[in-house]
């Protein structure tokens, strides 16, 4: 009976409420992995630390979705970033607002559409 109880706590354990927070992310580790100076790492802290702080106003506004892909991708490789989470959740909001821009809006913008991205970039052409 006593194995299951690990089990049985997990499932009690409420989604919402850890989804609600704001990830708690090892930032010491990513800014001693960018080595450098005693100045340069008191410098990724400082900015790693701004980074959560912008992000405690504006994680309530974010969808479940862009979090879960945001988190996974400021966690990829051992080292975890609020600055890349950050940067992650800006690109994911500006991506949600073009997508509902109205149809004819691009004919009105002055801006360039965009290219077609070269698919051959960084692969071997030469085999």
């Not at 450098?36 to 802290?45: I, K, Q």
Request: charged share 30%; glycine share 4%; with cysteine.
């Amino acid at each position: 009976m006593l194995l299951h109880l690990p089990i049985v706590i997990m499932a009690t354990l409420s989604p919402i409420t850890v989804a609600d927070t704001i990830p708690r992310l090892d930032i010491e580790k990513e800014c001693r992995f960018e080595g450098g100076s005693s100045e340069a790492f008191d410098r990724c802290m400082r900015d790693e630390a701004e980074a959560q702080k912008q992000l405690e106003g504006t994680w309530a506004n974010v969808t479940d979705s862009d979090r879960r892909a945001c988190t996974s991708e400021a966690t990829t490789g051992g080292y975890a970033s609020y600055i890349e989470l950050l940067t992650c959740l800006e690109m994911a909001r500006d991506v949600a607002k073009t997508e509902n821009r109205p149809a004819d809006s691009p004919a009105k913008s002055k801006s360039r559409p965009l290219q077609p991205v070269d698919q051959t970039v960084g692969t071997d052409r030469h085999r």
